[in-house]
Nanobody, 121 residues
Framework: QVHLVESGGGLVQAGGSLRLSCSVSGLRFENYHVGWFRQAPGKEREPVACMSWHRDTTKYGDSVQGRFTISRDKAKNTLALEMNNLKPEDSAMYYC??????????????WGQGTQVTVSS
């Protein structure tokens, strides 16, 4: 059984930083496309940062480009999202995912339960 668990969310002031982590059991991240997605109330889930399984391709949402960095630790089988210069509009539930599809919020993905990020102005 596959189980993804996100951690690291919280309340931070605008301009601050957070580092999200995602641990997994039941699969190896290196065998999947991986990514971070977010969903704010009343909005659709959107990709924030994605990495292809062979790690040669990353993709960031336009609004986070230059501020967020996705990384994967093969030895620890974990995924991370470094978020800098946070803005109130970054507030959302953040989810990590492993997928057969690159940067897709497919319902076929393996999803974690999410971690809340709230940025105060």
């Amino acid at each position: 059984q596959v189980h993804l668990v996100e951690s690291g969310g919280g309340l931070v002031q605008a301009g601050g930083s957070l580092r999200l982590s995602c641990s997994v059991s039941g699969l190896r991240f290196e065998n999947y496309h991986v990514g971070w997605f977010r969903q704010a109330p009343g909005k659709e889930r959107e990709p924030v940062a994605c990495m292809s399984w062979h790690r040669d391709t990353t993709k960031y949402g336009d609004s986070v480009q230059g501020r967020f960095t996705i990384s994967r630790d093969k030895a620890k089988n974990t995924l991370a999202l470094e978020m800098n210069n946070l803005k109130p509009e970054d507030s959302a539930m953040y989810y990590c995912a492993a997928s057969d599809y690159f940067c897709s919020a497919s319902s076929d993905n393996y999803w974690g339960q999410g971690t809340q990020v709230t940025v105060s102005s």
